[in-house]
């Protein structure tokens, strides 16, 4: 008792904002056993109720019960945000150890694509990739699409940690034994590189679900799913602001700020953990 105790104290911030991630999801996993998720489906028009006793979170004009829909909708922006954080992240691994261990001509093509790419108007592409396929896109496609551009940043991030520990003793020394560098990347860089890589795993979750975000915000996600984004998408388009209908807009915007508080808090305590001279400092 007395560990958890301690690491409660000496790493506030990684334990909250762990705490409010463990809620959102035990929330869409418990929330279908005091709701019908079929009402987070369109029931009847002109049927919006404030919210009260039986809809803590009211109804929107298609009827949907708001509380249905955030507990169907979170799970899958997170899954969404999840799916294209491994992604982006994978690739981004990948070539940042490439990059930052072969160096030479590996190292100028991958250095040199990523330079050119991070010029690039990241969110201008994104939407252009989902008005394409906006009739086809799925939970699947959307993650794919948001993990199109989302490799960039890790990948040069990754490289420059990678060329600070190339140069190590003890790789060195797995080089003079003969290692390979395939094995010498995953034997010897690759375990002193996880906790950072945890961070910036979370940091990617963040990115993306923004980028999921704001791209069903626009319409261009999976119109017939209740996801987040989808869901202030659709109290946008119906005018709930200027209507006075607060709780539709409100409530989704509401579980995105503790998301994003969520992984700022956690991406900032899992730093602190990864270098505590800053802790120190603070």
């Given amino acids: 008792m007395r560990r958890p105790g301690r690491f409660i104290r000496t790493h506030p911030g990684l334990t909250t904002g762990l705490c409010l991630l463990a809620a959102l999801v035990l929330f869409g996993v418990f929330g279908r056993l005091f709701v019908n998720a079929a009402e987070a489906r369109p029931l009847s028009a002109m049927a919006r109720l404030h919210p ?25 922006t997170l899954r969404i945000g999840v799916l294209a954080g491994i992604i982006g992240l994978g690739i981004g691994v990948l070539l940042g150890f490439l990059a930052g261990y072969l160096r030479g001509p590996v190292d100028a093509v991958i250095r040199g694509t990523v330079d050119t790419l991070l010029t690039v108007p990241g969110l201008v592409v994104l939407v252009s990739i989902a008005s394409t396929i906006k009739e086809n896109i799925n939970l699947g496609v959307m993650a794919l699409v948001v993990a199109a551009l989302s490799w960039m940043y890790p990948t040069r991030t990754i490289r420059a940690q990678v060329l600070s520990l190339r140069d190590r003793a003890y790789v060195q020394v797995a080089k003079l034994n003969g290692m390979s560098s395939l094995r010498i990347i995953r034997v010897e860089l690759l375990p002193n590189m996880l906790p950072y890589l945890a961070a910036s795993f979370v940091g990617a979750i963040a990115s993306a679900v923004l980028a999921t975000v704001y791209l069903e915000a626009l319409g261009l996600g999976p119109q017939n799913l209740p996801t987040v984004g989808m869901t202030i998408y659709w109290a946008m388009s119906s005018g709930s602001l200027i209507r006075g209908l607060w709780w539709w807009w409100a409530t989704p915007i509401a579980f995105l700020i503790v998301l994003f508080v969520a992984m700022f808090l956690v991406a900032a305590g899992m730093d602190a953990v990864i270098h505590p001279k800053l802790r120190r400092q603070g």
């Fill in 52 to 76: 009260c006793l039986r809809y803590p979170f009211g109804t929107d004009d298609w009827g949907r019960n708001l509380f249905a829909v955030m507990v169907v909708g979170v799970p899958m």
